[in-house]
């Protein structure tokens, strides 16, 4: 594998709080969307997660001595405002400034995002984002963020809004479960990036020493083949979950062709979106400030036309070839022959990664400094005995074909400055639970010792070509 890094290359590794902190219930965290929800679903807890709530140190150490130079970490709302507002907490306060200090000292420099899927409970039963008070609530955070934690140099303001609008009003596998709930599912993303918007440009008119931006996980959707039904499906599902977000964050408005793609999808589910007067004008004054952007890269999905009715069945347990995704007046997700599949089908396509770095590097110049931000292989990790580095022989070859496609963009100008793996270490997996591991390094959750995986080594031997 003849491979180098460009000197000075940003080589992380990533987390979520929800999904490695554990310790849900201390120092006066507040309950987020996900606590109650998974207690009554009862598949699995939250806690203890990774514990990274209490043994970070050991993982950014690890970290640093397997040649990472930074790490995302989200910050949890509700550590440091239990309620989603009101009274800051200071034992929450005081645990990011330990954990930021923590990895500065290591040299693993920390990116943070303000929002990761975790919204504070009490917000959530109040319409979470579809209601307009709680973006002013998420302002209200974010600003005192930005104000206490000056140590951190660069933000993230929300992860994924796709997903968690997917995931929540399409798909169904987030609380609260809605299935193709159109209306919910634009509204969210509108508002999402409205959010986005005012916490950039409030932290432009702050005059900090740092940089800002927004993650989106982009999935490139390809037509099965190529008649004109299936290419328009590829086109309008593209607007739903790639280009109206892209649009919306980079050209400060949805542009005429994504509406008219959007507004088709809309009429023939009966749905709405509701744009208010001033949403324009924040959104645009946004586009321009975004310092970089963090995009997310799993795969790519291919896709025929479709018209039967909406359903969809998610594959939440590693039964391979059981899931399935069919959009009324949109499309239908089909196998691509020849393009392999993880057990929770997957598609492993890096081809994708190298298209969509390109288009977005062409379409959207406001994106300027482009951060993989996360990228990796969902995999049942074997464990075989404590002196034994764990074999995820699949995951390097993952990473590696995503990283010759990131090399291969960076050499044709796009300007790629960093890749975050998902994930740091094994961590709990939202509508998956436990046996899905991401990490470099494996963690045993019943007594939470860390474990090297190959993929680490490798992983270091390329941080390595950097010096
Ligand atoms: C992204 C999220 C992460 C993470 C990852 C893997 O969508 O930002 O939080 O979970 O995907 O997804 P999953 O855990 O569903 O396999």
């Known amino acids: 594998r003849v491979k180098a890094l460009p000197k000075n290359f940003v080589w992380g590794g990533a987390t979520a709080a929800y999904q490695v902190e554990g310790a849900t219930k201390v120092d006066g965290k507040g309950k987020t969307m996900w606590d109650d929800y998974l207690k009554t679903q009862g598949r699995f807890s939250p806690d203890p997660a990774s514990d990274f709530y209490h043994r970070y140190p050991e993982d950014v150490k690890l970290s640093h001595k397997y040649g990472l130079n930074a790490i995302r970490v989200s910050i949890a709302w509700t550590r440091i405002f239990p309620n989603g507002y009101g009274e800051p907490n200071q034992a929450g306060v005081k645990y990011y400034h330990d954990l930021f200090k923590t990895c500065i000292e290591n040299g693993v420099t920390p990116y943070v995002s303000l929002h990761h899927f975790d919204s504070p409970k009490t917000l959530f039963d109040q319409g979470d984002w579809l209601n307009r008070k709680n973006i002013d609530y998420f302002v209200d955070y974010a600003e005192f963020c930005f104000k206490e934690f000056t140590e951190v140099k660069n933000w993230f303001t929300i992860n994924e809004l796709i997903s968690l609008s997917l995931s929540q009003y399409i798909a169904g596998n987030f609380p609260p479960n809605h299935h193709f709930d159109v209306t919910s599912a634009i509204q969210a993303q509108h508002n999402e990036l409205l959010a986005h918007a005012r916490a950039v440009n409030l932290y432009k008119s702050l005059h900090l020493d740092g940089r800002i931006g927004l993650i989106h996980v982009l999935q490139p959707i390809y037509p099965i083949t190529e008649t004109p039904e299936n290419k328009h499906a590829a086109a309008l599902y593209d607007a739903f979950i790639n280009r109206f977000l892209l649009d919306g964050t980079f050209l400060g408005k949805y542009s005429d062709e994504t509406m008219s793609l959007i507004n088709?999808?809309?009429?023939?589910n009966d749905a709405k979106l509701e744009i208010q007067d001033g949403d324009r004008a924040i959104l645009k004054q946004a586009a321009t400030q975004n310092d970089y952007f963090g995009m997310n890269y799993y795969q790519s999905q291919f896709i025929q036309a479709y018209d039967g009715p909406s359903g969809n069945k998610f594959n939440g347990t590693g039964d391979k070839g059981s899931s399935s995704f069919s959009f009324h007046g949109v499309g239908q997700i089909v196998q691509?022959?020849?393009?392999?599949?993880?057990?929770?089908?997957?598609?492993?396509?890096?081809?994708?990664?190298?298209?969509?770095?390109?288009?977005v590097s062409k379409e959207?110049?406001?994106?300027?400094?482009?951060?993989?931000?996360?990228?990796?292989?969902?995999?049942?990790?074997?464990?075989?005995?404590?002196?034994?580095v764990i074999d995820d022989e699949p995951r390097i070859d993952y990473i590696d074909q995503h990283v010759a496609a990131l090399l291969k963009a960076r050499s044709e100008g796009v300007n790629v400055q960093g890749?975050?793996?998902?994930?740091?270490?094994?961590?709990?997996?939202?509508a998956n639970g436990y046996n899905k591991r991401y990490g470099l390094f494996y963690v045993d959750f019943d007594t939470q010792k860390r474990y090297i995986k190959k993929s680490a080594e490798w992983f270091k031997a390329l941080a390595d070509t950097m010096k």
């Open 419 to 430: 890749y975050f793996v998902w994930s740091l270490q094994d961590q709990f997996s939202w």
């Open 364 to 388: 959207y110049p406001n994106s300027k400094t482009i951060y993989i931000t996360e990228n990796g292989l969902g995999y049942k990790d074997k464990f075989v005995s404590e002196d034994q």
């Open 336 to 359: 691509k022959p020849g393009v392999p599949t993880t057990d929770w089908d997957w598609n492993i396509y890096p081809e994708g990664l190298y298209d969509i770095l390109k288009r």
């Open 264 to 268: 088709e999808i809309l009429d023939k």
